[in-house]
């Protein structure tokens, strides 16, 4: 569920600026569900991936967590701050961290 509340912000991004430059509105859709069909598909690759390498699936995991944290402190958090919008940017933070966690506790 939190990869497809993801999507929808994705396919907007990509879908209104080639909106913006003057594709037709089906072109631009089109592309904007092009950019979120990878997913499932590497989604099933992944799955079956993890079925192979389980020895090595918590190192893995701590890595790719330890990945995203690092560039979240690193990059988005000052850019965020630095635009006049911390407000809105702390707020964003703290509904979307909610969000997962309801989803996290809710789904098991």
């Given at each position: ?9 994705e ?5 209104i600026?080639l909106?913006?430059v003057?594709l037709?509105r089906?072109?631009s ?9 990878v997913?499932?598909l ?8 993890i079925?192979t390498m389980m ?10 967590a330890?990945a ?9 958090i000052?850019e ?5 919008n911390s407000d809105y940017a702390?707020?964003?933070t703290?509904?979307?961290?909610a ?10």
């Open positions: 569920m939190g990869i497809g509340i993801q999507n929808f912000p396919g907007a991004a990509v879908s600026p909106r913006g003057g037709s089906l072109k859709f089109w592309y904007g569900q092009m950019s979120g069909m997913e499932p590497a989604g099933v690759a992944g799955a079956l991936a079925i020895p090595i699936l918590p190192y893995a995991l701590s890595f790719a330890g995203m944290i690092y560039v979240v402190v690193e990059e988005l000052p965020a701050q630095s635009s006049g702390t707020t964003g703290m509904l979307g961290f969000v997962m966690m309801f989803l996290d506790v809710g789904l098991g």
